[in-house]
């Protein structure tokens, strides 16, 4: 078979896609300084993916996208601003990112790590909120050591 007839077609199941760049997004906010946790519940019920902790008290969200589809059906995203200082959509490499809006931060990661394509505005946290946020971070990511 000749090397020009032969065809490759990725193929991205949601779980792997999901993880890996769940991964990569987490690695990059340690990477940057912060402290992560996957998979925080807010107090409006809704989890975040990713939601990390700055050397200076402030606090990310990404919100991972699997694909086109996975951001199509969930309009849930506006509701994670409220708790915190920036909010970011974190990709795979192959997502269409025209497919996003415009304001959110994006970070385009995999399994080994990512980068910030676009910065996220900044939205300061109300002291009273922060310092409620900061707590129940500290004391989810306390609580997780002592699964182990």
């Not at 690695?27 to 990390?52: F, I, K, T, W």
Request: proline share 8%; hydrophobic share 45%; with cysteine.
């Amino acid at each position: 078979m000749a090397a020009s007839a032969l065809h490759l077609e990725l193929v991205f199941s949601r779980p792997e896609t999901t993880l890996s760049v769940t991964r990569g997004a987490a690695r990059l906010m340690r990477d940057l300084g912060y402290a992560p946790l996957l998979e925080v519940c807010l107090p409006n019920g809704r989890r975040a993916d990713v939601m990390a902790l700055g050397p200076k008290g402030d606090v990310v969200i990404c919100e991972v996208k699997s694909g086109i589809d996975d951001y199509r059906v969930d309009r849930k995203w506006r509701e994670y601003g409220p708790f915190c200082d920036a909010f970011y959509f974190a990709v795979a490499p192959e997502f269409p990112q025209g497919g996003l809006p415009d304001e959110p931060g994006l970070i385009v990661a995999d399994g080994f790590g990512g980068a910030v394509v676009r910065e996220a505005p900044a939205t300061p946290l109300a002291p009273a909120r922060r310092k409620a946020l900061t707590l129940a971070f500290a004391r989810l990511g306390a609580l997780r050591t002592m699964r182990a």
